[in-house]
Structures are given as structure tokens and as C-alpha cells.
């Protein structure tokens, strides 16, 4: 069933078929307590005759329809009613057309008032009481009281008439609205369909049609077009890492085939060979570095981030110890400014590549002679980590490009261009952030903030 039929069948036909059972039942509940009222005057009108059927001299019996000051209303109303002496026959009627029976002894009913109601012709209906009565005298007498059911009749087929109306006005209302909105409805789930049918075919440049509604269809397109703008953004940045990486790749093998043509030239001396593979293994060596660092960026991306706690001063000191090695000769002391534990649930794998990444890269810049500082401050709901060196710090307008792929700021310098981008990955992933701010008194100072889980 498509969406539009679907939208009809439960927004207008199933509630009109509902209405209509409801007025059905109305009308069923109208006819109860409309016979219940009948009943209930016959009753009474049954109790005041048994009671003053003997009343005269002789104890003579006699009807008081005749003697009513409301007679006119009883024959409005078509109240009839018959006396039946102790044979069966009958005594009295009243009127004279009246439609009882000829004959009713006190053995045919009960000493309880009986009610039912009889057709007398086509669409014509009375509804009848008999009741057996003892007169003065204890000789059994019977009482028939009816009284026409048309107005009864009437007031129904008026409520059906009525309900019959409103039931289809408001069936076709309801139609025409539902009509309506399940055009516009169906129209705005088509286009968030058609769109996403072309996020499946990969085309991310455009954002679903715009959505005026403040239901909840409207909220699912706004975060199907923030889903998309994250995946053009992420598209350009996956072809933005290809393109650079292929790039990166290519420089050191265009390095290594031309060392190894001009090698192939001409004989070369053994001292010229291992001279020549020389090189080409610095070239080797780029190409693996490069490699690891796409391997490790590829890994954190995809990586299950299970946190456990950690003693984040430890993790930090440890990454400091490994790095010694490669300061000393320069002459750069790693200084440590942290409190003697900082507690932490955290990755600790990609963390402490993050810290090294972070630290290499201090290293690297930091003039020798000088100092690279690693501070760590404990927070309520996050713990941050600075690294702050002493080199030519980073300009303003680098200071966010910096940690996108590939982008270095000195060409000069060894390195894949990764680094800081595995490190705002991993804060990133830690619910955190990174990010550069100049030194006071010359540098640069980076912040690797991570969130308390």
C-alpha cells in the first residue's frame, strides 16, 4: 500500500467507518432509552388504574381514560386500554377503535406488569402492557394498557436522517482534508526519498528541498541535510587525502626511479652504488613513514574507542622517557608540569600517539639549547594537555589548516604531513578538540583537550 493510500485508508475512510458505528450505536442507545421512557409511563399509568378500578359505588369496574382532564394529550399520544372481566371478555375499551385484544383472561398474563411491543401494520408499532388484577370481590380481572410507538419512530428516523448527514459531511470534510494533506505529506517524504537515493548513488552536492514544517519531518530533513553537508565535507576531504597522498607518494618514487636511471646509465664504482642506495632507501624509509602514518590515521578512524582508566601523568611521563634519546643530542630538556596523578578513562594506545606526535613535532622546531614544556591540567569534566616549545610558532592564518593532511608549514623538514592530524583525530574521538595558540615570549603552544567519559 503506498504512503498516500495509507493516509487515506487511516485518515479519513477507517475514521468515517468508525463515526458511522459510533452514530449506529448512538442511535441504538436513543432507541433504548426512548422505549425505557415509554415503559416507564405505562408502568405507572398500569399502577394508578389497578388501584381505582373498583373505586366506584357497586365496585363496579371502569378505565379513567374517558374521565382524564388530559384526554386530549392521550389521544394525541394514541394511549389505548381495555378491561377483561374473570371469562376473558372485555368489559371496557377505550377508544372504540382500539386495537386489543377481544379476549384476555387473568391466567394469560402475570400478576407483574408484562411489556412488548407489536406491529399492528406495515411501519406502525404500539408497545402493550397486560397485568392481572383481583377485583374487591377476589374475582380475577386483566388490564391492557398501549400506547403508539410513532413518535418513538419518528424522533429515530430524525436522529438517522440527522446522523446520516453529519456523518457524511464530516466523512467527505475528512476526505477532502485528508486528500490535502497527504499530498503535501507524500510530496515532502518523496523528496527526502529522491534525495536520499542520490546520497546512495554518492552525489552529495545538493541539500534536500527546503522544509517550511515544524513537524517531525521537518527536524528529519534538517538532520538529513546536516548529514549530507558532513558527508560532502567528508567526500572532499577523502578525495583531498587521496589526491595529497598520491602526491606525497609520488614524490619519493619519482626520488627513487630517477636515482636508479641515472645509476643505470653507466657502470658505477661500488663506493657510487652504495651511495645511490643510499639515497634511494631515504626514500624508502619517506615512503614507509608515510605509509604508517595513513596505516595509523586509517586505524583510528575506523577503531573500536574502548575507554579504561588511565593515569594520564604516567601516559605522559612515558612518552617523555621515549623522546629523550632524540632531544639530548640538540641539547632540548622535556620538562614535565603535572600534578602526581590525573585520572582518566581514555584510549590509551592512540593517547599516547597523539602525546608523541605532539612531542616530535616540539622537538622538531625547538632551536636547540632551548626547553619544550608539557603541562597537564585536571579538570572537572575534561583533562588537557599543552606542549609548548620555543621555535618560530605558528602564523595566524595556519593555525586551523595546520592539522589537516599533509599540510606543512616548512617544506624543508622531514616529515608525512600527519602528525597534528592523527592528534585532532584522537581528541576528536575522546569527545575533545586540538588546537594551536602562540606562546607568550615566542613559540607555539598546543592544546589536546580530552573529555571525561
Known amino acids: 500500500m503506498t504512503l498516500r493510500r495509507r493516509l487515506l485508508v487511516f485518515g479519513a475512510l477507517l475514521p468515517a467507518a468508525l463515526l458511522a458505528l459510533a452514530l449506529f450505536l448512538i442511535g441504538l442507545v436513543l432507541d433504548h432509552l426512548l422505549l425505557e421512557s415509554v415503559d416507564r409511563g405505562l408502568t405507572l399509568q398500569a399502577a394508578s388504574e389497578s388501584v381505582s378500578l373498583f373505586d366506584r359505588p357497586g365496585q363496579d369496574a371502569h378505565l379513567h381514560f374517558g374521565d382524564s382532564a388530559l384526554v386530549a394529550d392521550l389521544q394525541r399520544l394514541h394511549h389505548q386500554g381495555a378491561l377483561y372481566g374473570p371469562d376473558g371478555a372485555r368489559l371496557l375499551a377505550y377508544p372504540a377503535d382500539t386495537v386489543a385484544p377481544e379476549r384476555l383472561t387473568a391466567a394469560d398474563v402475570a400478576r407483574a406488569p408484562a411489556l412488548q411491543t407489536r406491529a399492528i401494520a406495515p411501519g406502525e408499532r404500539i408497545r402493550e402492557l397486560a397485568l392481572a388484577i383481583d377485583s374487591p370481590r377476589g374475582e380475577p380481572h386483566a ?24 456523518g457524511a459531511a464530516v466523512t467527505a470534510l475528512m476526505l477532502l482534508l485528508q486528500i490535502a494533506h497527504a499530498r503535501g505529506l507524500v510530496q515532502r517524504v518523496q523528496s527526502l526519498h529522491a534525495h536520499m537515493q542520490r546520497l546512495q548513488d554518492g552525489d552529495f552536492s545538493t541539500l534536500p ?47 627513487m626511479r ?5 645509476t643505470l646509465r653507466r657502470e658505477r664504482s661500488p663506493e657510487q652504488l652504495v651511495d645511490a642506495l643510499t639515497r634511494v632507501r631515504t626514500e624508502v624509509d619517506r615512503l614507509g613513514e608515510l605509509a604508517s602514518k595513513l596505516l595509523a590515521m586509517a586505524t583510528l578512524r575506523r577503531a573500536e574507542w574502548e575507554r579504561v582508566p588511565i593515569d ?66 585536571d579538570g572537572d ?9 620555543r621555535g618560530p610558532g605558528v602564523p595566524p592564518e595556519h593555525q586551523e589548516t595546520i592539522f589537516a593532511p599533509f599540510r606543512r608549514l616548512h617544506r624543508g623538514i622531514d616529515g608525512a604531513g600527519l602528525g597534528l592530524a592523527i592528534v585532532r583525530e584522537v581528541a576528536e574521538a575522546h569527545g575533545g578538540r586540538a588546537w594551536v595558540t602562540p606562546r607568550p615570549g615566542g613559540g607555539a603552544c598546543f592544546h589536546l583537550v580530552i573529555a571525561r567519559a
Not at 630517477?258 to 641515472?262: A, G, Q
Open 143 to 166: 388490564i391492557w394498557l398501549a400506547v403508539s410507538l410513532a413518535s418513538n419512530d419518528a424522533a429515530l428516523a430524525a436522529y438517522a436522517r440527522a446522523a446520516g448527514l453529519i
Open 381 to 389: 569534566n575534561q583533562l588537557e594537555i599543552l606542549v609548548e616549545d
Open 258 to 262: 630517477m636515482e636508479i636511471d641515472v
Open 209 to 255: 528541498p527546503v522544509d517550511r514544517g515544524t513537524d517531525v519531518i521537518a527536524s528529519l530533513r534538517d538532520a538529513i541535510a546536516d548529514a549530507t553537508d558532513k558527508l560532502r565535507t567528508a567526500s572532499e576531504l577523502q578525495h583531498r587525502l587521496v589526491a595529497d597522498a598520491a602526491h606525497e607518494l609520488r614524490t619519493p618514487l619519482t626520488a
Open 312 to 377: 594520564a601523568v604516567a601516559a605522559v611521563r612515558a612518552a617523555l622517557d621515549s623522546h629523550r634519546a632524540v632531544a639530548e643530542p640538540r641539547a632540548i630538556s622535556l620538562q614535565l608540569h603535572a600534578p602526581e596523578l590525573a585520572p582518566i578513562r581514555a584510549n590509551p594506545g592512540p593517547l599516547r600517539q597523539a602525546v608523541d606526535n605532539l612531542l616530535a613535532n616540539a622537538i622538531k622546531f625547538a632551536p636547540p639549547g632551548t626547553a619544550v614544556d608539557v603541562t597537564i591540567r
